[in-house]
């Protein structure tokens, strides 16, 4: 069995007082997208700046490719993307990617040859003599992740990847990952966006308050934390389904919004009893489906009020 490219062990860091991260300990295998989930202010970056040695553990261990040492130090086989984006404003786009690159220990004249090919595969090339700060944001975004992939690392390192992308480019982004993947990089990715680590991950971390709260599979995550659910889509008219919905005897909780609901059901309950409710009621509906929870859902149950309410230390707050 091949050896963990990442594991941390019991890792603790605190702020003034403050437990940013407290005895976490979880393993990355390789050639996986792993997602590090959970609210602002879990503690998610901070784990990250401990993994690339920009914070040092207070307590506990991380050890990256089975080996010993820091993240500097495998600084060559990692590439980082923080949350809080950092180019070179002035410099011109292709300037910047190939010193980048030669900063990781690329060859000046292969680190030419691929960052225009990666300009070109993401949409850029037109921009590749342009200085950074001409760029849209979107834009600046898409080479900052050029610039962490450039080098041909074994460990993708993303903090909150996907935040403030449009539709369009999220979904460029989120192939070339898919990509990696299957070309046996190992990715690790940090969000508190659950649809976006649904479509992608392989393996999930939900931490809150700087503990873990489940750590495995996404399959099995999803079976774990079950139950029966269900999906209701509309077609127009409700009907009196806030009514229906708010029936203990049918529903334990429930997610309903505008022309969609996720509804978990109460022990006991018949689902073609909803069903019937609600046509009776009047409501049109074009879905109606037993399933198993969203991520979304079961990172809701998990973490509840700690979504929305995280009192977090300055050092986390609004970084995760």
């Known amino acids: 069995m091949a050896a963990p490219v990442l594991a941390l062990d019991r890792v603790t860091k605190r702020f003034a007082g403050h437990t940013a991260v407290d005895a976490l300990s979880l393993t990355v295998a390789p050639g996986v997208i792993y997602g590090l989930l959970g609210p602002n202010g879990a503690g998610k970056s901070t784990t990250i700046r401990m993994i690339m040695n920009i914070y040092v553990p207070d307590e506990g261990t991380v050890r990256l490719f089975g080996e010993g040492g820091t993240g500097r130090d495998h600084s060559p086989r990692i590439g980082y993307l923080p949350e809080e984006r950092g180019l070179y404003p002035k410099m011109r786009v292709l300037d910047v990617l190939v010193f980048l690159a030669e900063m990781k220990g690329m060859d000046r004249r292969a680190a030419r040859a691929k960052a225009l090919e990666w300009l070109d595969r993401l949409g850029l090339a037109d921009w590749r003599l342009r200085r950074v700060n001409e760029l849209s944001k979107g834009m600046q975004q898409k080479v900052q992740f050029i610039s962490t992939l450039l080098h041909e690392p074994d460990l993708l390192v993303m903090d909150e990847a996907f935040s403030g992308l449009d539709p369009v480019n999220a979904q460029v982004l989120k192939e070339t990952v898919l990509d990696l993947r299957g070309r046996g990089k190992t990715i690790l990715l940090s969000t508190h966006i659950m649809e976006q680590a649904e479509k992608l991950c392989d393996h999930v971390c939900i931490i809150a308050r700087g503990r873990m709260l489940v750590d495995g599979g996404?399959?099995?995550?999803?079976?774990?934390?079950?139950?029966?659910?269900?999906?209701?889509?509309?077609?127009?008219?409700r009907g009196d389904a806030d009514r229906i919905f708010a029936d203990p005897r049918l529903v334990t909780k429930s997610d309903s919004s505008g022309q969609y609901a996720e509804l978990e059901l109460a022990p006991g309950a018949d689902a073609q009893e909803i069903l019937k409710a609600l046509v009776s009621s009047g409501a049109r509906l074009s879905r109606f489906e037993l399933a198993e929870p969203s991520l979304n859902k079961i990172f809701i149950d998990l973490v509840g009020p700690e979504a929305v309410t995280a009192a977090a230390h300055p050092e986390e707050r609004a970084r995760g």
Not at 227 to 232: A, D, E, Q
């Open 218 to 237: 996404l399959a099995d995550v999803k079976r774990t934390h079950g139950g029966r659910h269900l999906l209701v889509n509309f077609d127009g008219g």
